[in-house]
């Protein structure tokens, strides 16, 4: 039996026992809440601040609908209309948001590290918990990728799971290779052009493909990710169409997959640049039921770090 986490920074170096606890707590609070039309009152009294620097909708909304359905108070920080825009460093908002008194930390920033660094600097017992630091993790993505996937196919063993796109700069690719690697998965193939692949020496347990067409061949599940332009020089941008037409997720190569193949994708998606509409539309995508598996894995995660 592996200790309790008090924070939730990364899924690396976690054990698959406990990932699959809190893949098993997700479900345990879906049946609890019976799909969020019960509330219940694990955390009652208890307060979470949502700390986003980047903008998000999924992640965001779905850890303040999971903390609500805990029976949590939460508190939506707004940086745009935050002492942050009148200079104000991180760590003395941190512990100016401490002294009001809070009971976890759900954050996002653009510099990798910075759950670990507000870890190492909370002044009182809060719990950080990740939710996106620049390109390193996305943890609770990951979670919720994997419960998506052992709820259509938990022989993890004997899965083809291909990860297609800009994964150089993806927190989603890493932290979804630390939950599938630890879960025992057959074969992680990683495919995107050159310079959005990342280091090969990162990811030991991939295999590297440039070729789509090859790489989606007889996958189980094709996870597509989204060109973070954010995160790259305007020289590095590649032309969409032509992205598209290499990289792209049509109808043509789905039938190269493996019957019934997953599709997903962590979104925000792009229609026509990563994946075309009849297939994230279509009978095999899986990325409504991402989203909805977010609301309890973070209800999971929030029982886990917060749990008397
Ligand atoms: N998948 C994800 O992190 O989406 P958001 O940016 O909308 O939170």
Do not use: W
């Not at 104000?88 to 009001?100: C, G, I, K, Q, V």
């Not at 990683?190 to 990162?202: H, I, R, S, V, W």
Request: aromatic share 4%.
């Amino acid at each position: 039996m592996t200790s309790r986490l008090r924070h939730l920074t990364t899924l690396e170096h976690l054990p698959r026992e406990c990932i699959e606890r809190l893949l098993d707590r997700a479900i345990a609070m879906r049946d609890a809440c019976a799909h969020g039309t019960r509330k219940l009152d694990l955390l009652r009294g208890r307060t979470v601040l949502n700390l986003f620097f980047e903008p998000s909708t999924r992640t965001r909304t779905s850890f303040e609908l999971a903390a609500r359905r805990l029976g949590a108070d939460v508190v939506n920080f707004d940086i745009g209309f935050s002492s942050t825009s009148k200079g104000e460093e991180l760590y003395d908002t941190l512990h100016t948001l401490e002294a009001m008194h809070l009971d976890a930390i759900v954050v996002r920033h653009k510099q990798s590290g910075t759950p670990e660094e507000l870890v190492r600097h909370a002044m009182s017992g809060v719990s950080v918990i990740n939710a996106g630091d620049g390109n390193r993790a996305h943890p609770t993505q990951g979670l919720l990728d994997a419960l998506t996937i052992r709820q259509h196919r938990p022989d993890f063993e004997n899965l083809v799971v291909t990860i297609c796109g800009d994964i150089r700069h993806s927190r989603v690719a890493r932290s979804d290779v630390h939950a599938l690697s630890a879960l025992g998965t057959g074969e992680i193939r990683l495919c995107g052009p050159a310079p959005l692949m990342p280091d090969p020496a990162e990811f030991p347990n991939c295999r590297f493909y440039d070729d789509f067409d090859a790489a989606i061949e007889g996958a189980n599940v094709a996870i597509m990710l989204r060109l973070q332009k954010e995160r790259m020089a305007s020289t590095d941008l590649p032309d969409e169409a032509a992205y598209f037409a290499r990289y792209g997720l049509d109808v043509r190569r789905l039938a190269r997959a493996a019957k019934g193949c997953l599709v997903m994708h962590p979104g925000p998606i792009n229609r026509g640049i990563e994946i075309a509409t009849e297939v994230a539309d279509g009978a095999q995508s899986r990325i409504l039921e991402q989203v909805g598996n977010g609301v309890f894995v973070r209800m999971a995660v929030l029982g886990e770090v917060l749990a008397r």
